[in-house]
Structures are given as structure tokens and as C-alpha cells.
């Protein structure tokens, strides 16, 4: 089992910054990829970010130039930093790893950007 906890979220002005942070614990040997995913109120929920174990990343175009997802392994967490925030990227955010074949979500952390 993997255990995910996010951090990080909270209110921000639009064009302002946060960074969020996902902490993995457990049996983490095997992960492969983590990443960030969204979702709005009344929308489908959509990848932001993902890296890889080799450390290889992507991002969705509606996020490209405008945040950063980084590891450390050390501390077995992943980063969102995410820059001039838009009213639209307000959302819940997920933190999300597959070790092996399996899956597991974090439970989400609010982000909300005032206009």
C-alpha cells in the first residue's frame, strides 16, 4: 500500500503562486510515475503534471510554462509549483502513483484563485 498526502493548497489572488506538495509513505519501492491531476466543480478530473521515475515530465497545455513538477527523493515527496494561478485553475488537487500496476490517490487539496 502507498499512502498519499497532500499539502499546499489554499487561496491566492490570480497571478499569484503556490506550491504543493505530495509526501508518499509506505511500500513506495516500485513507484514509477506520480503526478497531479484536477478537478473543478462539474468538470472531469485532468491530468496537470506527471514525472516518472526517470525523471521525465509532462504537462498539460493548459499548465505548460506556468508550473513544475520536481521530486526529491530523499524525502519521498513531489512538488507542484504552479505560477501566475488563473481564476480557472481553481480546483481540487489530487496527487496520484502508480507502483506497478496499481494506483492510489491522495485525497485532495483545495485550490482557490480569486479574481
Known amino acids: 500500500q502507498v499512502q498519499l498526502v497532500e499539502s499546499g493548497g489554499g487561496l491566492v489572488q490570480a497571478g499569484g503562486s503556490l506550491r504543493l506538495s505530495c509526501a508518499a509513505s509506505?511500500?513506495?519501492?516500485?513507484?514509477?510515475?506520480m503526478a497531479w491531476y484536477r478537478q473543478a466543480p462539474g468538470k472531469q478530473r485532468e491530468l496537470v503534471a506527471d514525472?516518472?521515475?526517470?525523471?521525465?515530465?509532462n504537462y498539460a497545455d493548459s499548465m505548460k510554462g506556468r508550473c513544475t513538477i520536481s521530486r526529491d527523493s530523499t524525502k519521498n515527496t513531489v512538488y507542484l509549483q504552479m505560477d501566475a494561478l488563473k481564476p480557472d485553475d481553481t480546483a481540487v488537487y489530487y496527487c496520484?502513483?502508480?507502483?506497478?500496476?496499481?494506483?492510489?490517490w491522495g485525497q485532495g487539496t483545495q485550490v482557490t484563485v480569486s479574481s
Open positions: 509506505g511500500t513506495i519501492f516500485g513507484i514509477n510515475a
Open positions: 514525472i516518472t521515475s526517470g525523471g521525465s515530465t
Open positions: 496520484y502513483a502508480r507502483r506497478l500496476t496499481t494506483t492510489y
